[in-house]
């Protein structure tokens, strides 16, 4: 059977625009995910000890054996889902529409969890090196919440980039605090953490289960990575599986022996259980190792926080596709091109939830678990009814079917283990599917959502829009009929700018031009709709009355980039004009810092032969 059949002036829309955007390989992913998962290493060790004691490392290392099949499972989700969701797209191939948006639901838990825990446990680390944090970590929480909520909205165009250098960071301080720790422990020690680490054998039954269950913390983030896959390179499933690969090996050096140590070789009752991090490098190494800690945890952790900011958009929009939540949602801001809604939505109710808790670390680690242990579930069960259905029931399926039973075995405890956390779960993700539900037929004539695949994304480049916007690479094969040799970049319409080059198309002769709008998106803010925005198909349409009004064909065309100026510099390079005109810059300071300076990257990136006019 052929596959849609596709307009041959549209065969670049969405599809060369989202492989514009996907810029993140192996290493990038392997940091973002690692600034969400990696975090767990600071905080879970004091509330597995506050739970089952010094055997909290083999609950932790039980736990990594089981972690390490079900990564193998979320890089396949990451691979086979390229516009994102995780959980609501597998589950939603799997079981249909309703149950994709129960796993967004139990997800959407998880990441407001995420972002928490992960800003309260930031100031407890720097409160461990500055005394004046003590007892305003949840005012400075909920502060920092707030400004992670501006910065999102105004969009931070290296947001991956400072990843992976924070999660390196983090991770090599990890590293040095290991060996600093393995060089100071004596016999007695060593055998006090060999110990520690098989100690779930000599516990009974239920409570290894319990412990089995919480440890489960230690590998929250998990999920990020299929969270990201609109964003990776290609090929997707090369790039997961390598991303994927790191995440595992970073997470299995460090976990099980920093929790030993931190719960073996210092005593927690008499340190501060909410930076045990921070006590165990005091003690091997002094302030110097204390600092190297705290000042990477924090930022870490901070990381962490705007990644699940992050991963709630990418969950809203999953969920908006299959009209669960209100399309609304994702409206884009016109200054900004961030989505404002689902960035206030994911700010909010985490700042909730840290005033309902007091800000209490142990407390917030029990609430996580239930939507963490739920969207772990129903994303290994739906993987599996996928593999079923495709006949896909090799050793590889049985062991994913066993990784799904150990999972649910670990929810179903945690269910009756902690009472308080299933009912504040159970009743969110209630409250919330009933919500989609409800929206969901209340909306006439609706169709369910689509599943993500790569022949979904193509029957969206096939969809009409507007007639006369070009693609790059449509205005590229109209070269040889119109030939502009000069482009205008617009962001509005600017009736100085549009004077200053009919003017110069005038001196030269010249009855063309190339009409250029790029929608700029910030960071890892992909949308799902990569087509042009509101104010792009005005602004071209205006623009192209103008020049029609004046005798000059424009090429109007639209391009959409996390950088405008690498855009207007590429699209300048692809069609060999002489001449590229811009509008001095109207951003503020904020934007310049978050979002760099357009006409600086565009003078830096245009091909030697091209003039650059900056009209006043």
């Known amino acids: 059977m052929s596959g849609p059949q596709k307009n041959p002036a549209q065969t670049d829309r969405p599809h060369g625009a989202s492989a514009h955007l996907r810029t993140l390989g192996p290493l990038l992913c392997w940091a973002i995910v690692y600034a969400d998962i990696g975090t767990s290493i600071y905080y879970v060790p004091g509330i597995l000890y506050h739970g089952v004691g010094p055997s909290a490392p083999s609950f932790v290392l039980a736990t990594g054996l089981v972690f390490v099949l079900l990564a193998e499972k979320y890089t396949e989700i990451a691979a086979r889902y390229p516009s994102g969701g995780g959980v609501v797209s597998v589950a939603t191939e799997a079981f249909g529409p309703r149950t994709g948006a129960l796993g967004g639901m139990l997800i959407l838990v998880d990441y407001f969890l995420t972002a928490a825990i992960s800003a309260v446990s930031g100031f407890a680390y720097l409160a461990t ?23 999102n909205w105004v969009g931070i165009r290296e947001s991956a980039s400072a990843s992976a250098l924070v999660g390196t960071a983090a ?7 290991l060996a600093a720790t393995m060089v100071r422990l004596h016999v007695p020690e060593w055998e006090r953490v060999a110990s520690s680490l098989f100690a779930a054998s000599r516990i009974p039954v239920g409570d290894a289960a319990v412990g089995f269950a919480a440890a489960w913390l230690a590998f929250s983030g998990l999920e990020s990575l299929s969270q990201i896959s609109p964003a990776m390179v290609d090929p997707r499933r090369y790039t997961a599986r390598r991303a994927m690969a790191l995440v595992v090996v970073a997470m299995l050096a460090t976990a099980p022996l920093l929790t030993a140590f931190a719960t073996n070789v210092i005593d927690p009752s008499h340190a501060n259980p909410d930076a045990l991090q921070s006590e165990l490098g005091y003690a091997m190494g002094g302030t110097w190792l204390r600092v190297l800690v705290v000042v990477t945890a924090s930022a870490l952790l901070l990381f962490a926080a705007n990644t699940a900011i992050v991963g709630a958009y990418h969950v809203f929009g999953a969920l908006a596709d299959g009209h669960f939540l209100p399309a609304a949602l994702l409206g884009r801001s016109p200054r900004f091109g961030t989505p404002t809604l689902a960035i206030v939505a994911a700010v909010v109710v985490p ?190 349409e205006e623009a192209t009355a103008w020049f029609d009004a004046r005798g000059v064909t424009a090429l109007p065309i639209w391009r959409i980039a996390q950088d405008a100026g690498e855009a ?28 760099g300076n357009v006409i600086g990257r565009l003078i830096a990136r245009a091909p030697t032969r091209t003039r650059i006019v900056i009209v006043g």
């Open 351 to 540: 700042i909730a939830v840290l005033l309902a808790t007091g800000g209490r670390i142990d407390a917030l680690g029990h609430l996580y678990a239930f939507g963490l242990l739920g969207a772990f579930t129903l994303s290994s069960l739906s993987l599996d009814r996928v593999r079923m259905s495709e006949s896909r029931t090799g050793l590889g399926f049985f062991l994913g079917l066993a990784t799904t039973l150990l999972v649910l075995l670990a929810w179903a405890t945690n269910l009756v283990s902690k009472p308080y956390a299933t009912a504040f779960g159970g009743t969110f993700t209630l409250v919330m599917w009933s919500y989609g539900l409800v929206h969901r037929t209340g909306l006439p004539g609706r169709r369910a959502v689509a599943v993500p695949t790569e022949e979904a994304e193509d029957i969206a480049a096939a969809r009409p829009s507007a007639a006369r916007i070009l693609t790059l690479a449509e205005a590229h094969e109209l070269e040889a009929a119109f030939s502009p040799k000069t482009l205008v970049a617009l962001r509005g319409t600017n009736e100085r700018l549009l004077e200053e080059v009919a003017a110069h198309l005038g001196g030269r002769k010249e009855w063309s031009v190339a009409a250029l709008y790029v929608d700029e998106v910030p960071g890892l803010f992909v949308p799902r709709d990569t087509e042009p925005s509101h104010d792009a198909r005005k602004t071209l």
């Open 129 to 151: 090196l500055v005394p004046a944090v003590g007892g305003l970590e949840l005012p400075l929480s909920v502060a920092g919440l707030l400004l992670l909520g501006l910065l």
């Open 171 to 177: 991770f090599v301080s990890l590293l040095v605090l």
């Open 568 to 595: 207007i510099a590429h699209a300048a390079a692809r069609l060999e004009v002489e001449a590229v005109f811009v509008g001095t810059s109207q951003r503020g300071t904020l934007w310049r810092m978050l979002r």
